[in-house]
């Protein structure tokens, strides 16, 4: 017979992972808690203007189309994408001073000459260096499960793993090749997409960056919300089944095996359980035994170490904005060190750093004819960072701050006048929508003894037929990674059929 397997969640791995299995030949069932599929990678619909929730930024897209691939359909028929060149606007000095970045190598080096031939120097001695570590951390970590300890601490992986040298952290690994602060910032930055403090996080997270430069950013019509609509139409397609609007109490074990979930106080046995739920929070509230959890009790869940969480506006403006030159921008801090220091510090923010999304200027369907919708993304703590209350009185300070620094970029002095519709995410929504642990959007921080090996795996540990997906499991957080995430968790599964 069939065997049948339960996924908690349709975000990006939950997905991935059923589409993965239903190709497979498995019967497969996932169970979603909200109306619509791809947990935060999802859209915010108002009046009239269509906003990605969460990710934004397309990297790595093969992996993207290798879901599509594997079962043997063509990804432009679900997923059409585009590069973008120039990939991002870099605002320094409240917005009087734009780099433009580009994957364009010849156009990277003469910003980089016009500070320094040195730096320029140092700037291609980093793509060689970290295309190097790439390399390796693709093909020995990036890919591959690590259930046991053996399975790290062997010579041939330790090896391994000082090639990747990451016992520096990613601002002092970029100062031994580039100088200049804003140039050194505009790459060093990038940790955040992974939520991670570059003076924190481990040397090897400069190699987001480096995967922009030497292979792009892109853009999926209609959005990131494509993905998780064409992954679900496949997997329909497939012959699977999305049950929405559906919360899962518990999962059910017994004799040291998952044999399903329990909904509605009702039992829905299965074959096989595998969670897309965040990995802290599907421990504390969905596991419920201590001895099926290992070493992760709720204890340990609440010591461990959180990425920053985000405020964002959605913001429907009644003009275009030719003024901004690219999709993705970013807008310094003047103080970015404190700036930073004061997310992961817990610190509220007095200069902030932004993100600024404009999807309509490259999509008009996401807009009313004529305009454009904003997205700005503010990276603030995580809830069991900050030593201040979320409330309506933080929002507002932050939103001031949002709009008065926007304002200060080309043409955009009126910008809090053009304001026709707007929505807000806040920490507090991260948590209760999502079941981020502590609204901590990217999830467990991925520093250095929180990645690889030490980062809580597919496979359950304590228990049998129940497996984890998404951003707080190895290989950690970012769609390109979260996709390699389901990747390993269904070979995970597959290996253990396949052992019976």
């Given at each position: 017979m069939t065997k049948t397997i339960t996924i908690i969640g349709a975000g990006v791995?939950?997905?991935?992972?059923?589409?993965?299995?239903?190709?497979?030949?498995?019967?497969?069932?996932?169970?979603?808690?909200?109306?619509?599929?791809?947990?935060?990678?999802?859209?915010?619909d108002v009046d009239g203007y269509y906003f990605d929730l969460g990710p934004?930024?397309?990297?790595?897209?093969?992996?993207?189309?290798?879901?599509?691939?594997?079962?043997?359909?063509?990804?432009?028929?679900?997923?059409?994408?585009?590069?973008?060149?120039?990939?991002?606007?870099?605002?320094?000095?409240?917005?009087?001073?734009?780099?433009q970045v580009t994957n364009d190598?010849?156009?990277?080096?003469?910003?980089?000459?016009?500070?320094?031939?040195?730096?320029?120097?140092?700037?291609?001695?980093?793509?060689?260096?970290?295309?190097?570590?790439?390399?390796?951390?693709?093909?020995?970590?990036?890919?591959?499960?690590?259930?046991?300890?053996?399975?790290?601490?062997?010579?041939?992986?330790?090896?391994?793993?000082?090639?990747?040298?990451?016992?520096?952290n990613a601002e002092n690994l970029m100062k031994k090749y580039i100088k200049d602060k804003r140039m050194r910032q505009m790459?060093?930055?990038?940790?955040?997409?992974?939520?991670?403090?570059?003076?924190?996080?481990?040397?090897?997270?400069?190699?987001?960056?480096?995967?922009?430069?030497?292979?792009?950013?892109w853009f999926i019509k209609g959005g990131m919300r494509t993905m998780a609509s064409g992954m679900e139409q496949l997997f329909l397609e497939l012959g699977g089944r999305i049950e929405y609007d559906t919360s899962v109490e518990r999962i059910v074990i017994e004799d040291q095996k998952a044999v399903g979930v329990s909904v509605n106080e009702s039992f829905i046995p299965s074959d096989y359980v595998m969670c897309n739920a965040d990995f802290p929070y599907a421990m504390k509230n969905l596991v419920e035994k201590p001895e099926h959890k290992g070493k992760y009790i709720d204890e340990k869940?609440?010591?461990?170490?959180?990425?920053?969480?985000?405020?964002?506006?959605?913001?429907?403006?009644?003009?275009?904005?030719?003024?901004?030159?690219?999709?993705?921008?970013?807008?310094?801090?003047?103080?970015?060190?404190?700036?930073?220091?004061?997310?992961?510090?817990?610190?509220?923010?007095?200069?902030?750093?932004?993100?600024?999304?404009?999807?309509?200027?490259?999509?008009?369907?996401?807009?009313?004819?004529?305009?454009?919708?904003?997205?700005?993304?503010?990276?603030?703590?995580d809830l069991s960072t900050m030593k201040y209350e979320w409330n309506d009185e933080i929002t507002q300070l932050y939103r001031d701050k949002i709009i008065k620094k926007i304002k200060m970029l080309p043409g955009m002095a009126r910008f809090d006048q053009e304001i026709v519709a707007e929505k807000r995410m806040t920490p507090l929504e991260f948590e209760g929508r999502f079941n981020a642990y502590n609204g901590a959007t990217f999830g467990l921080r991925p520093t250095l003894t929180q990645s690889n090996h030490m980062r809580p795996q597919s496979k359950a540990t304590h228990c049998d037929n129940l497996y984890f997906t998404g951003s707080s499991t190895h290989p950690g957080a970012g769609v390109p990674i979260v996709l390699l995430s389901s990747k390993i968790a269904v070979g995970e599964l597959l290996k253990d059929e396949n052992n019976r």
């Open positions: 791995a939950g997905l991935a992972s059923a589409v993965r299995l239903q190709n497979e030949g498995y019967d497969v069932t996932i169970i979603e808690k909200e109306s619509a599929p791809g947990g935060k990678m999802n859209r915010i934004t930024i397309v990297m790595m897209p093969e992996l993207y189309r290798e879901v599509f691939e594997l079962a043997g359909r063509d990804p432009e028929d679900y997923i059409p994408m585009q590069r973008l060149d120039p990939m991002y606007s870099g605002y320094f000095d409240n917005g009087t001073k734009q780099y190598l010849v156009k990277n080096i003469e910003m980089f000459e016009e500070i320094s031939d040195a730096d320029a120097e140092g700037f291609m001695r980093y793509l060689s260096d970290l295309y190097h570590r790439f390399n390796v951390a693709k093909k020995h970590f990036l890919q591959r499960p690590f259930r046991s300890q053996k399975d790290f601490y062997n010579p041939f992986m330790i090896g391994q793993g000082l090639k990747l040298r990451t016992l520096s790459i060093s930055f990038q940790t955040l997409y992974i939520g991670v403090s570059p003076f924190k996080g481990p040397s090897l997270y400069t190699i987001i960056p480096m995967i922009e430069f030497l292979y792009g950013v869940i609440d010591k461990m170490d959180y990425s920053c969480s985000c405020f964002v506006l959605y913001l429907g403006m009644d003009r275009k904005y030719p003024e901004i030159d690219n999709v993705h921008n970013f807008v310094f801090s003047e103080d970015l060190d404190t700036n930073i220091n004061q997310i992961f510090d817990g610190d509220i923010l007095d200069d902030p750093s932004l993100y600024m999304y404009l999807a309509s200027k490259i999509d008009p369907s996401l807009a009313p004819e004529g305009k454009d919708g904003i997205y700005i993304l503010m990276p603030v703590s």
